[in-house]
Each structure stands twice: as structure tokens, then as C-alpha cells.
């Protein structure tokens, strides 16, 4: 695992770095002399929808925001379409965990999207008519323009995490990281989610997300990255999303072996 | 509960000090200590000169303060965001000892040791530090925030009041006066004073202005403002920064024990009024400024009363009003939202248990005015858990809105238009109820929404969805509940009950 050269991306056809969305070697974090991750290296194609799958505390979100730098590393490196972060930040867009903030705060929905373009439009300048039409845009798209002028606690919670994801599309970025967009949403707004990500991928971007719901990867996901303070696997999700690996990644939990199992049993059937 | 205990003690202060007042009538008059609280009542011509601003000095003040107030508005509204109030409160004590150095220095030297802005340059040096002490205390050991600030603010506080007591016994220089920071004194102010002083305000507004964007996006979600590559500590020292030069520049008008309560009380007053930190930015400035303008006169007109403890109460007057009357947070429109929620919750029941009541004996079709549509109220009070009183009360306000009429011997039946409404809401009702079985995992963040109309909620394909669930289940059209109603049970053990009677 230590090795620059990854095996796995090595048997796919070779990329420039300049087209690898998100290259990490080597990577540790540590908070407080505990290691969240350990060594962990992988690559991710372009185009695809990339899951991170792991128990809790495995380092799921730490790594998100190592690869983004809003967590110090301790040792390793990351880059985005082949330079540092902070060279192609432009390029990236975050969806945080909905809990990460204060729901009470003083804005509305369509505030809230806005701040995607806070970047965009630069300092001291004030928030002009065509950001306010871009922004809702954005909550069009994932379907809560009704919404735009609600103060955020009084959206319920799969209407706040839209607004989250349109903060990000608004950014028209080429890679997406989102920590747990599906964590306690209702069914449409998985719904949404789904059907956004897979317009993302039609438009040939990349989205890397931390999932925890293992029945719905195979079906979600292209491509996998089974973490657990190190990366398990990763790769593609039928070659990777084994039982086996699930094993190693979840440890001998028996109901979450059996849910994988059950898991399995049904995409073969289903094949 | 709380409001009341703020009443009391806004009203406790008020006769204290005359109490104070009172018994201090003796001392020399010409003492100008914060301990001499002496008060004349100001004669008519008093306040008009002070509201009227016809003294020169007076003007200077009110202008200075005003500005001051404007800006710790603004800036507090920040500061109060970013869950920093507290840090704005130690700060403040923190710069004592500052101001007593500074006097030490500025006479050793031979400057003038009450210097306006000597003193300010002392009391920020030391303000910082005591930030800088918490910070490090914080980072360093295993310490919380507010372990460090207590220990910070106490231990700065106390020193400065030992250097006071030193600096009283000095010979070089006469120290009276330098206690006046501690509560305020706006009598002491000098034109230049004022000047410094809205200027500093000005220029604070101004920045906050400026950045409003920047320190939004800091305040709300930090983690996001770091990935979109804001300097996100540099923000943040300039917010601090932004609250230490309101919080310097307020230590002669509020004093440092009180100054948090100008950076925090418009602000959270303002947040009352309105939804959008932008508005209530605008209101925490206006009602800041209201509170340094009358805050001053009143303390000119009472030149023996401290103007921080003014300043404050005549912010915390405004907060108090804000906090029972604001729209749409205030408590009495919460209560009054509350109240018509439960009376429009009582109606439904009385419809849905008149409709069901009918559903039950297959009573629905029957022409409106027959006999079999009357409802006696004794069967009503056996549904839900209502006391006779009360659903009298209820029936009352549903005949009122010509939804039921009341017949003799406590007989009720429903209107045309009590009927369709109690169709809407029975099925309303079963949609939710069967939205909570079927997505039982997501149901509860969207039901207590409070919406009675299902569209406004859920998502057309949903409601789609559930409506062909109950038709399925139900065969005539009426949509049926998905749990057996409880009228009907009742009838059963009824029937049971009957029939064991007789064998």
C-alpha cells in the first residue's frame, strides 16, 4: 500500500495527472497523536461516482477534509486534477454533513446557495441580481425553489441538504465531495440526490461520496473506496464490493455481514 | 418566566439607587467618585436643554455615544454569530490593568496621564493580551473555552483593580477618575474624545461593511468558508480585532463591566424582529444607537449615575420589548401562533370524530337534514379526552364558523360546508398516517412540520403514491383510515357486551 504505484489504477488504461480528479498517496491524519487514517493511497478516475464506505469512526469524513485541507496531514500528499488543492479549489465543490452548522442562523435558503459564489464574486463586493438568479438556479435544479426565501430551520431536514447540494452545484465545479448527503433524508430528496449525481456524471464530473447505507451502493456507485483507518480496497464497484473485502472493511459485525451478504445475494440474482 | 424575573430586576435597580441617593445626602458635594450617587431631580428646563441638545457638551456626547452604539451593534451582531460574545466580555476586563499602566507610564514620562488615547492604547495592549492568554490556555492545555476565559477575566480584573489602588497612592499625578472605565462616565468626555470615538465606530462599520460577505459565510459554516479558500484565522482575527477597537473605544461612555452588554443586546434584540442577518444587522445598529443616544442624555441628566449602567438599561428596555412583542421570534406572537395551532387542532378532532362517528354507521350519504346525521355529544366525549366543558367550547367556535349546528338535548351535526371540510381533513389525516407507515425512517422531520395541507410537504409523486394505497384498500371511493377506527371497535365490544347480556 506504501508504494507510489497503485496497483489497481495501474491495470486501467494510464491517466495524466492533469485528468485524475483526486490522487492521494501516502496520506495520515492524526488528531491529537491518535491516527484517524493511516497510509492510505488511491487514485480516482474521471466521470465517475465514487463511494467511500466504512464503519463509523473508520475516517471517512477526516479524509474528505485532509484531501481538502481543512484538517492538517501529518504526512502524505494530495492532489486535485494533478496540482494541490489549494491551486484548483475552483474546480471543487463541498456538500459538508448537514449537521456541521447552526440551522438557526439568520438566512434563507437562497442565502445560503449564494455563498457558493461568495468566491466568485471576491472580496468586498456586494451580491449582485445575476448571483441571486444563478442561485436559484441551483435550488431548481435540486427541486426546492419554493423554498428560496425560507429561513433554513424551517426547511426540513432533506430540504437543507438540497440546499447544501445546490450551494455546491452553483459552482459548476468538475469534482464534488459530499460527506453523507444521504444520512437521514427523506425519499424524495434521495431521490433527487441520485438523479443529480447521475446528471453530474453525464456531464463527465466527478463526485466522491461517504455513503453508509450498503444496499444502495452497488446501485449508486460506479467505483468504491472501502475504508477503514486504511483503504481496504478500491476500484471498480463489481470487483471491489465483495463480501470478502466487506469482511475486512466492517470486521465480523454479524449484522452488517449478513446485510452485505443479503446484499450480495441480491445483485447476483439480479444479474 | 424569564421576562419577568428581567422586570424585576430593571425595577429593583431603580428605587437602590435612589435608596443609595438618599442616604448619601450628606457627603461632600464635590466629590466626583463613582461611589457618590447623589441625584437631583432635574428640573424641567434640565431635560430640555439635554434632549434639545442645546449644550455644546452635551451634543459632543450623545454624538460619540451614538456612534459607539451604532457600531457594537453592527459588530456585536457578528461577534454573537460566531459564538464569540463571551470573548468580547473578558477582553473588556481585560483591559484594566492596561489602563492603569498606561497612566503609570504616561506620568512617568510627564505626559498627561488621562490622555483619552494614551489610556486606549493601554487598555488594548492588555485586552489582546488577555485574548492571546485564553487562546494559549485554550491550545496549550486540556482546558475549555470558558475555563480559560473565567480564569483570564478574573485574573486580569483583579490586577487591574491592585494597580488602581497603587496608582491612587501616587504622588505624581492625580488618579481620580481612572475608575470611571470600570462603569462609564460620558461626563468626562471631551469633544476630542467624542471625535476619536465615532471615528473609531466609523471605520469599524465601515470594515464590517466591506466584509458582511466574508464574515457571513465565517459565522455560518466554517469548515465551507476554509474549503472555498477564505483565510478563514485572518477573518477571524479581523472580526476580533473589529470587536476589541468597539469595545476600547466604549470603555469610557459603558465602562468594561458593562460593555458586553452593548455588543450583545442590541444584536440579540434585533433577532426578534427579523429572519435575515441583513435586517437584523440594520436593527441592531438602530436599536445600539437609540441606547447610546438616550443611554448619554439621561446620563447628563443624571450626571451622578454611571452611563454605562444607563446605556444598558435603556438597552435592555428595548430587548425586553423586543423580546414580547417582536415579530415573527417575540414571545407573545410564539404563544398567540401556539394558541391557534391547539384551537385549529381541537377543531379537526371535532370534525374528524363527527366524520368518523357517521363513517362508522355508514351514516355519510344520508341527506343532511335527517334525523340519523345528529351526533349526541356524550358519544363524542368517549372519543377523545375532552372535559364536557371544553368541548362545549369547541362546538361553540365550530358553530361560529357555521361548520356544525347544534341541535336540542346535546345533539350536533355537521354543515354542507362542515361536511367538506371534514372530508378534506379526514383525508388529509390518512394520508399522513399512512405517509408515517410507509416511509416510517424520514416521516417524523416532515410531519411536525406543522402544515395541514399534505401538498405543501410532501412531494406530488408521493402524494400519488399514498392516494392509490388507500383507494386500494378502500372498495366504495371514500378513503378509509389504515387502522381500524376506534368507533368501530367500541361498537363491536359494544355489540359483544349486548349479546352477552341477553344469553
Known amino acids: ?271 | 418566566m424569564r421576562p419577568f424575573v428581567l422586570v424585576l430586576l430593571f425595577a429593583m435597580f431603580w428605587p437602590e439607587c435612589m435608596i443609595f441617593a438618599a442616604s448619601d445626602h450628606s457627603e461632600v458635594q464635590s466629590q466626583s467618585s463613582i461611589t457618590d450617587r447623589r441625584i437631583d431631580i432635574p428640573e424641567w428646563n434640565d431635560w430640555k436643554r439635554v434632549f434639545l441638545l442645546e449644550d455644546y457638551n452635551t451634543r459632543i456626547v450623545v454624538f460619540g455615544t451614538t456612534l459607539l452604539g451604532m457600531a457594537a451593534g453592527m459588530i456585536g451582531s457578528f461577534a454573537l454569530l460566531r459564538k464569540r460574545a463571551l470573548m468580547g466580555d473578558a477582553l473588556s476586563h481585560a483591559t484594566l490593568p492596561g489602563i492603569a499602566i498606561a497612566f503609570i507610564i504616561a506620568t512617568g514620562l510627564g505626559l498627561d496621564g488621562k490622555a483619552l488615547p494614551v489610556l486606549l492604547v493601554g487598555a488594548a495592549v492588555s485586552g489582546l493580551l488577555g485574548v492571546a492568554t485564553i487562546l494559549l490556555i485554550r491550545n496549550m492545555t486540556r482546558l475549555k473555552e470558558d475555563a480559560a476565559l473565567g480564569i483570564v477575566l478574573s485574573v486580569f480584573f483583579g490586577a487591574g483593580i491592585a494597580l488602581l489602588g497603587i496608582v491612587q497612592q501616587m504622588k505624581t499625578g492625580h488618579a481620580a477618575g481612572l475608575e470611571s472605565f470600570i462603569y462609564g462616565k460620558t461626563a468626562s468626555m471631551v469633544a476630542s474624545d467624542a471625535w476619536l470615538i465615532g471615528c473609531a465606530g466609523l471605520s469599524c462599520m465601515l470594515i464590517s461593511i466591506l466584509l458582511n460577505k466574508e464574515l457571513t459565510l465565517l459565522c455560518f459554516d466554517e469548515g465551507f468558508s476554509v474549503s472555498r479558500g477564505f483565510p478563514v484565522v485572518l477573518l477571524d482575527m479581523t472580526l476580533m480585532g473589529l470587536v476589541v477597537v468597539v469595545t476600547i473605544i466604549g470603555l469610557q461612555a459603558v465602562g468594561l463591566i458593562l460593555m458586553i452588554s452593548l455588543l450583545v443586546i442590541p444584536p440579540l434584540a434585533a433577532r426578534f424582529w427579523t429572519e435575515k442577518i441583513v435586517n437584523m444587522t440594520m436593527v441592531a445598529i438602530i436599536l445600539g444607537a437609540l441606547s447610546g443616544m438616550i443611554g448619554s442624555a439621561m446620563s447628563a441628566i443624571f450626571p451622578n449615575l454611571p452611563s454605562g449602567a444607563m446605556i444598558v438599561l435603556v438597552a435592555t428596555a428595548m430587548f425586553l420589548f423586543s423580546m414580547i412583542f417582536g415579530i415573527p421570534r417575540g414571545i407573545l406572537i410564539r404563544k398567540l401562533r401556539r394558541y391557534e395551532l391547539n384551537r385549529k387542532v381541537n377543531r379537526q378532532h371535532l370534525l374528524r370524530g363527527l366524520y368518523e362517528f357517521l363513517e362508522a354507521r355508514g351514516r355519510l350519504k344520508e341527506k343532511q337534514s335527517s334525523e340519523s346525521t345528529f351526533v349526541p355529544l356524550s358519544k363524542l366525549l368517549q372519543m377523545r379526552s375532552w372535559s364536557p366543558a371544553k368541548l362545549k367550547k369547541i362546538v361553540k367556535r365550530a358553530q361560529q364558523e357555521q361548520l356544525v349546528v347544534t341541535l336540542q338535548e346535546d345533539q350536533i351535526r355537521l354543515t354542507k360546508a362542515g361536511l367538506l371540510e371534514a372530508t378534506r381533513i379526514v383525508r388529509e389525516h390518512r394520508l399522513w398516517e399512512l405517509y408515517l407507515i410507509t416511509y416510517a425512517d424520514v416521516a417524523p422531520s416532515k410531519v411536525d412540520q406543522d402544515a395541514d395541507a399534505i401538498e405543501h410537504v410532501l412531494e406530488p409523486e408521493v402524494i400519488a403514491e399514498l392516494e392509490s394505497l388507500l383507494v386500494q384498500q378502500s372498495t366504495e371511493g371514500v378513503l378509509q383510515s389504515p387502522h381500524t377506527i376506534e368507533i368501530h371497535q367500541e361498537e363491536i365490544k359494544a355489540r359483544h357486551s349486548s349479546r352477552r347480556r341477553s344469553t
Open chain 1, 1 to 271: 500500500m506504501n508504494t507510489k504505484e497503485n496497483p489497481t489504477s495501474s491495470q486501467q488504461i494510464e491517466l495524466s495527472p492533469e485528468e485524475t480528479p483526486v490522487s492521494v498517496y501516502d496520506l495520515t491524519v492524526a488528531y491529537h497523536r491518535k491516527p484517524v487514517i493511516w497510509d492510505v493511497s488511491f487514485e480516482i478516475p474521471p466521470g465517475k461516482l465514487v463511494g467511500i464506505v466504512g464503519p463509523n469512526g473508520a475516517g471517512k469524513s477526516t479524509l474528505i477534509k485532509a484531501i481538502m485541507g481543512l484538517i492538517p496531514k501529518a504526512s502524505g500528499r494530495v492532489q486535485i486534477f494533478g496540482k494541490p488543492y489549494q491551486k484548483n479549489r475552483h474546480r471543487v465543490g463541498y456538500v459538508p454533513q448537514r449537521e456541521s452548522v447552526d440551522w438557526d442562523f439568520p438566512v434563507d435558503a437562497l442565502d445560503v446557495v449564494t455563498m457558493g459564489l461568495y468566491k466568485e464574486i471576491g472580496w468586498c463586493l456586494p451580491v449582485r441580481k445575476k448571483h441571486r438568479a444563478r442561485a436559484m438556479e441551483a435550488l431548481e435544479r435540486v427541486g426546492i425553489a419554493d423554498y428560496a426565501h425560507r429561513q433554513i430551520s424551517q426547511l426540513s431536514g432533506g430540504q437543507q441538504q438540497r440546499t447544501f447540494l445546490a450551494r455546491a452545484l452553483v459552482q459548476n465545479a468538475d469534482l464534488y465531495l459530499m460527506d453523507e448527503p444521504f444520512a437521514a433524508v427523506d425519499a424524495a430528496t434521495e431521490k433527487a440526490i441520485v438523479q443529480i449525481l447521475q446528471e453530474m456524471k453525464q456531464a463527465g464530473k466527478t463526485a466522491l461520496v461517504i455513503h453508509h447505507d450498503l444496499q444502495t451502493v452497488p446501485e449508486y456507485f460506479d467505483y468504491v473506496i472501502l475504508l477503514n483507518m486504511r483503504v481496504i480496497d478500491h476500484g471498480l464497484t463489481e470487483d471491489v464490493f465483495t463480501p470478502e473485502n466487506l469482511q475486512k472493511t466492517y470486521g465480523g459485525r454479524l449484522t452488517l455481514l449478513e446485510e452485505a451478504t443479503e446484499t450480495m445475494r441480491r445483485r447476483e440474482q439480479s444479474l
